[in-house]
């Protein structure tokens, strides 16, 4: 990290299920390994350091969501000369082992946990977008969040993707809605119509 003005820290163990069976290994990495970014910019001379975070951080109720929201923590309470800044968002619409690319892979039906659920549209240039505006950003020791990004129900991406399904039942570690932060769940944000998912999908 010797000569970099700025470090994003993105790397994580990010599947719930590996922290569903795994928690030792998701909190050595996502925790530890937070801290030994942490230690590494400060030692180095660094300005400033971002941590890439997730939705799961608030309210967590899995070892993921834990270990995120310790690494949030340690970031807003470094009290080094480096400056810190968190940014926590959802699910990236088409990123790797996300619902779109598997059902795409997926021949015949597909699985849907909760028809109901309703997650957060973000496209993966708007991910990096936020990002790099965390970078440059004035505020300290914050956590950034994004607050006007449209939803979609499982069930009308599923119809948006001519997809049939079998509902599997929403396991424990996961939630119905996505939350960001107070007030700012996906059940309460504008919700996109079928026609909306269809023509976003053409981008991902």
């Known amino acids: 990290m010797h000569g970099i003005d700025t470090v994003i820290h993105a790397a994580a163990l990010k599947r719930i299920e590996v922290g569903e069976y795994n928690p030792s290994e998701m909190f050595a990495t996502n925790i530890q390994g937070s801290q030994n970014v942490l230690d590494a910019a400060e030692y180095a001379g660094v300005k400033r350091a971002v941590?890439?975070?997730?939705?799961?951080?608030?309210?967590?109720?899995?070892?993921?969501?834990?270990?995120?929201?310790?690494?949030?923590?340690?970031?807003?309470?470094?009290?080094?000369?480096?400056?810190?800044t968190v940014v926590r968002y959802g699910n990236v619409a088409g990123s790797t082992g996300s619902v779109i690319p598997v059902w795409r892979d997926t021949q015949g039906v597909v699985r849907v946990t909760d028809p109901s659920c309703t997650r957060f549209w973000m496209t993966r240039e708007h991910?990096?977008?936020?990002?790099?505006?965390?970078?440059?950003?004035?505020?300290q020791r914050e956590v950034l969040i994004p607050t006007s990004l449209p939803a979609f129900r499982l069930m009308d991406l599923a119809t948006a993707m001519n997809k049939e399904y079998t509902v599997t039942g929403l396991p424990e570690h996961e939630k119905l809605h996505e939350s960001?932060?107070?007030?700012?769940?996906?059940?309460?944000?504008?919700?996109?119509?079928v026609n909306e998912i269809k023509e976003a999908l053409r981008n991902v």
């Not at 799961?56 to 109720?61: F, M, N, R, S």
């Not at 960001?180 to 119509?193: F, I, K, V, Y």
């Open 127 to 139: 991910a990096v977008e936020w990002v790099l505006s965390a970078a440059t950003s004035t505020k």
């Open 51 to 84: 941590l890439v975070s997730s939705d799961k951080a608030y309210q967590p109720v899995s070892p993921y969501g834990i270990s995120k929201a310790a690494a949030e923590a340690l970031f807003r309470r470094h009290s080094g000369r480096l400056e810190t």
């Open 180 to 193: 960001m932060g107070p007030g700012l769940s996906s059940d309460q944000a504008r919700r996109m119509t």
